[in-house]
C-alpha cells in the first residue's frame, strides 16, 4: 500500500510583543522632584492597547493628587514623588481583543531625600578685617555635578511684629563652579550670617538651605569691649546676667547684638531688658546659649563672646525615689506593709510586757 504524505507549509506562530518600561527624567531622582512612567509594547504594531501597572508585583494605583495619567495609562505621573514611591516597576499591554503582551522586566525608581548641603568657613569664624577667609558648601549626596549659590540671612519684621529670616542672594551669588566662595580681604561689613544651596546642572534641581554660619569680622584695634557680669566661666539657668558695652572714646550708640539657635541674629530686647548700652536678662535659660557682641550704628563689632547656659542638677527626692521604685514592683509594696505592721505589733507587745513588769 502506497502511503502518500502531503507536507503543507504551516505558517509559524507570530511572537508575542513585550512591554518595556521607560522613566524620564531619572531613575534615581529626590523627593519631589516630578516623574513620568511610560509603557510600550514593542512590535506591537498599530493596535490600540490600554496598560496596566505594578509595584513590587502589586497593582499600582494611580488615584490620589500626586498621580496623573493618560486615557490609555500609557504615561503615567507622580507630580511630587516621595521616597515610599521607590520600587520596581512593571506594565502590560492589553488589546480590544483581549490578546496581552508580555510583561515588561522590572525598572527600579529610587527616590532619595533632598540632599542637606553643609556649609564651613576656613580658617575660623572670628575674623580680623583684612584677613582671607572662605566659605565652603558640601552636599552630603555622594554623587556629582552640583553647582552652589551663597545667600546671606537677613532679619525682618513680619506683619505680627515677630523676627522672621529671608536668605538674600549676595551680589556675586553667580560664583556657582565648586563650592568655595572666597572674602580677601575681609571688611567689617562682610560680617553676617550666611547660607548655601546646591543646584544639580543637568536639571533645575535645588538642595534645602544649608545650615547657618555666622561670620564675625572685627578691626584690628576694636574700640568696644563687651564686659560680662558676673564674669564666669559657667551660667545656670534662672541666674541674672547683665551685658554692657564698654567703649574706649566713651561715644554712644552701640548695641548688644546676640546670635542663638532659637532667635538667629538678634538684639536683647528679645531676651531682656536695655539701659543705654546694657543688655540686662533677669533670668537665663540654656536656649540663651550663643554668641554674643556689641555692635555700632556704622558695622564696628567687638571680638565675640561665647555663652554658655547650663541646666541645673535638681536633686532626686527621696519619696519619689521609693515611689518609682515600689511602683515597679507591687509585691515589695506589699513587703513594706507586711513589715510596718509588724514593727507596729512587735512594739505594742514590748509596751504590754514592760508595763506588766513595772506593775508587778
Not at 563652579?177 to 544639580?200: D, I, K, W
Not at 567703649?247 to 536683647?268: A, E, I, M, N, P
Amino acid at each position: 500500500m502506497l502511503l502518500l504524505i502531503s507536507l503543507v507549509p504551516v505558517t509559524p506562530a507570530q511572537g508575542i510583543p513585550k512591554a518595556v518600561v521607560s522613566i524620564k527624567p531619572y531613575k534615581h531622582v529626590f523627593t519631589c522632584e516630578k516623574v513620568t512612567l511610560r509603557c510600550d509594547v514593542q512590535g506591537g504594531g498599530s493596535s490600540e492597547w490600554t496598560y496596566s501597572w505594578e509595584k513590587n508585583k502589586a497593582e499600582l494605583y494611580t488615584s490620589g493628587d500626586r498621580f496623573s495619567a493618560d486615557r490609555t495609562m500609557q504615561e503615567v505621573s507622580i507630580s511630587c514623588v516621595i521616597q515610599s514611591d521607590s520600587g520596581d516597576y512593571t506594565c502590560r499591554g492589553q488589546r480590544s481583543d483581549s490578546r496581552s503582551s508580555e510583561i515588561s522586566d522590572a525598572v527600579t525608581l529610587t527616590v532619595s531625600e533632598t540632599p542637606q548641603p553643609v556649609l564651613s568657613i576656613s580658617p575660623q569664624s572670628w575674623m580680623t578685617e583684612g584677613d582671607s577667609v572662605t566659605l565652603s558648601c558640601e552636599v552630603t549626596d555622594s554623587s556629582t555635578g552640583w553647582k552652589f549659590s551663597w545667600y546671606r540671612d537677613v532679619p525682618y519684621r513680619d506683619n505680627d511684629g515677630r523676627i522672621r529670616y529671608r536668605a538674600v542672594p549676595l551680589s556675586d551669588s553667580s560664583r556657582k563652579s565648586g563650592g568655595f566662595y572666597t572674602l580677601s580681604p575681609a571688611a567689617l561689613n562682610h560680617a553676617g550670617v550666611y547660607v548655601c544651596r546646591g543646584e544639580r546642572k543637568e536639571r533645575a534641581f535645588y538642595t534645602h538651605y544649608s545650615n547657618l554660619q555666622t561670620l564675625w569680622i572685627t578691626g584690628e584695634s576694636p574700640p568696644v569691649s563687651l564686659i560680662i557680669n558676673p564674669n564666669r566661666t559657667q551660667h545656670f539657668t534662672d541666674d541674672s546676667l547683665s551685658l554692657s558695652c564698654e567703649d574706649q572714646s566713651k561715644s554712644t550708640g552701640w548695641t548688644v547684638r546676640l546670635y542663638t539657635q532659637k532667635l538667629g541674629v538678634s538684639v536683647c530686647t528679645q531676651l531682656g531688658s536695655v539701659t543705654g548700652s546694657t543688655c540686662n536678662i533677669s533670668s537665663l535659660s540654656t536656649s540663651d546659649t550663643g554668641v554674643y557682641w556689641c555692635e555700632s550704628k556704622s558695622g564696628e563689632n567687638s571680638n565675640p563672646v561665647n555663652i554658655t547656659v547650663h541646666g541645673r542638677s535638681r536633686p532626686f527626692p527621696v519619696l519619689k525615689l521609693i515611689f518609682s521604685i515600689v511602683t515597679a514592683s507591687p509585691y515589695l509594696l506589699v513587703t513594706i506593709i507586711l513589715l510596718v505592721k509588724c514593727y507596729r505589733a512587735r512594739a505594742h507587745t514590748e509596751d504590754r510586757i514592760e508595763n506588766a513588769v513595772i506593775e508587778e
